[in-house]
C-alpha cells in the first residue's frame, strides 16, 4: 500500500495585512506517496511541529497570535526605536501621516542606528554570532558533499551541554535546515521502528538542535512581522494613487540593524512572489504594476549607504538580484563569482555571507508559504551553489515502519488503499514525487 502524507505549513504564521504587497495564492497541500515505507517529511515553515512536547511552550511564542505577544512588548520596542515601527494592530495613516512633515522633496534623512553593526561580532547584528572564535566551531562542508553527516557528527560531540549547542547551532544555523531535521526525524523513526538502540540519542539531538533554532530565529520573526506593516502602509500610498516620497520608504525601513534589514527582506521577498506569477497573462497588468511599486523601494533602500551598512545588506542585496539557481539555465559560475568580487577570496568572509544567504531560507520558512515560498526556493539554491556548487534536493527516506493492513478506521486512506490496488491491478505505475 501507499500511504498519503499531507504537507501543511506548520507554523501559524498570518498572512500579510494588505494584500497587495504579495499575491494571493491558495495554501498548497500536497500529497506524498510513500511506497509500503511512510517517510518522515519536514517540509515546513516550522519544522517543531514534529518534535516533543517539551517544544511546546517554544513553539507558541512564534505564533503572531500568541498571548505572549501583547500590546507593552510592542510600545516597549517603541520607544526603544524612537517610534520607527508602526503597530500592526494600528490603523493605516493617511498619506499625509505616513510621510515626514519637515521632508517634502526626494532627498530621504540620514538614518540613525541604533545597534551599530560594528559593535557585533564580525558585524552580524541580525544573526549574531556568539564569540569571535566563531570559525573553528563551524562545520566544514567539502564541495559536492551532503553536509547532514559532519553536521550530524558534530551535533553528537557537544553530549548533554546546552550552551554548547546554542553556540553550535548560532554559528551553523544555516546548515541545520529542514533538509537536515527532516533526515534526522527520519532516521529517528526508522530507529524507533527497527529497536535501534540510537533512537534516544537521536531523539535528544533532535530536540536541542530545534530547542536552539527556535530561540535563534525569534528576533527576525517577530521583526518581519512589523515590516510587512510597515511596507504595507508605504504600498497603501501607491494604491491611492500617491507615490511616497523618499524620506517615507526611508523611515519606514527602520532605524535598527534588525528593523532595516526585515524591511529590505520583506520587500525583496515580495518581488519574488510577484514574479513568480509574471508567466500568467491574466495577471500580467497586476505584477508589473506591483513590481514597479516594488523594484522602486527596494532602490530607494539600496541606493542609500546608511541603509545598506546600517542593515548589513552589503554583498547580500547584489547577489539577491540574480536569477533563481534552480532555474534550467541557472549560472552557478556566475554566482561564485560575485561572491568573491562583493567579499573577496577571504574563507570567513564568503563563510559569512552564505551563512546569512542560509539563515534567511531558515527564517523564511516560518512564515506564510504563499507569500515567501519563492523566496525560500531562491536562497536555498543559491546557499547551495555558493557551499556546494550545485543545488541539493531534499531526498526521501525510508522510516522502516511496517506496513498496515486493511481495513482501515480512517476513509481517506481506506479510499487511498483501493486506488493503489486499482491502479496496480491495471499496472499503472504511481511514481514518488
Known amino acids: 500500500m501507499r500511504s498519503f502524507i499531507i504537507i501543511v505549513s506548520a507554523s501559524v504564521a498570518t498572512a500579510l495585512t494588505h494584500s497587495f504587497a504579495f499575491p494571493a495564492r491558495p495554501v498548497v497541500v500536497s500529497f506524498i506517496q510513500t511506497g509500503t515505507q511512510p517517510a518522515a517529511f519536514m517540509h515546513a515553515p516550522n519544522p517543531s511541529a514534529h518534535i516533543t512536547t517539551r517544544v511546546s511552550k517554544i513553539c507558541a511564542k512564534f505564533s503572531r497570535k500568541a498571548p505572549k505577544r501583547t500590546s507593552s512588548v510592542k510600545s516597549k520596542k517603541r520607544s526603544q526605536d524612537n517610534g520607527a515601527i508602526v503597530d500592526a494592530d494600528s490603523p493605516d495613516p493617511s498619506p499625509s501621516e505616513a510621510t515626514e512633515p519637515t521632508e517634502s522633496s526626494e532627498a530621504a534623512p540620514a538614518v540613525k542606528v541604533t545597534l551599530s553593526v560594528e559593535e557585533a561580532i564580525c558585524g552580524e547584528a ?102 510587512e506593516s510597515r511596507l504595507g502602509k508605504v504600498l497603501g500610498q501607491y494604491q491611492q494613487g500617491q507615490k511616497p516620497s523618499a524620506a517615507t520608504i526611508v523611515m519606514a525601513a527602520g532605524t535598527t540593524p534588525t528593523q ?80 568573491r568580487s562583493v567579499v573577496g577570496v577571504d574563507e570567513a ?31 536555498s539554491g543559491l546557499q547551495d551553489v555558493l557551499l556546494g556548487g550545485e543545488p541539493r534536493y531534499l531526498v526521501l527516506e525510508g522510516t522502516g515502519k511496517p506496513p498496515r493492513a486493511a481495513p482501515f478506521k480512517s476513509r481517506l486512506v481506506q479510499l487511498a488503499y483501493d486506488a493503489d490496488r486499482a491502479l496496480g491491478d491495471e499496472h499503472i505505475i504511481i511514481p514518488n514525487f
Not at 553527516?149 to 546548515?175: I, P, Q, Y
Not at 533532535?206 to 515590516?227: M, S, V, W
Not at 541606493?303 to 539555465?329: F, K, Q, T, Y
Open 349 to 379: 568572509a564568503q563563510l559569512l555571507l552564505i551563512r546569512r544567504i542560509g539563515c534567511i531560507h531558515c527564517q523564511l520558512q516560518r512564515h506564510s508559504a504563499q507569500s515567501y515560498a519563492p523566496m525560500v526556493q531562491k536562497m
Open 260 to 339: 532595516i534589514f526585515s524591511f529590505w527582506l520583506v520587500v525583496v521577498s515580495a518581488l519574488a512572489a510577484w514574479e513568480s506569477k509574471i508567466g500568467m497573462p491574466s495577471l500580467r497588468e497586476v505584477v508589473e504594476a506591483r513590481m514597479a511599486d516594488l523594484f522602486e523601494v527596494r532602490d530607494t533602500i539600496e541606493s542609500r549607504e546608511n541603509l545598506i551598512a546600517g542593515g548589513g545588506l552589503s554583498g547580500l542585496a547584489e547577489l539577491v538580484r540574480l536569477p533563481s539557481m534552480w532555474a534550467p539555465d541557472a549560472d552557478f559560475a556566475q554566482a561564485r563569482e560575485l561572491m
Open 126 to 227: 541580525v544573526f549574531p554570532l556568539p564569540t569571535v572564535e566563531w570559525l573553528p566551531l563551524r562545520v566544514r562542508v567539502d564541495p559536492g558533499a551532503n553536509p547532514y553527516d559532519a553536521v550530524l557528527e558534530a551535533a553528537k560531540a557537544l553530549g548533554d551541554d546546552e550552551a554548547a549547542f546554542e553556540e553550535f547551532v548560532a554559528v551553523n544555523r544555516d546548515l541545520v535546515d529542514y533538509r537536515f531535521l527532516y533526515k534526522l526525524t527520519a532516521q529517528l523513526l526508522h530507529a524507533e521502528h527497527t529497536g535501534d538502540a540510537s533512537s534516544a540519542e537521536k531523539r535528544g539531538l533532535r530536540f536541542q538542535l530545534n530547542k536552539q533554532a527556535l530561540l535563534f530565529d525569534q528576533p527576525l520573526y517577530y521583526a518581519i512581522g512589523e515590516a
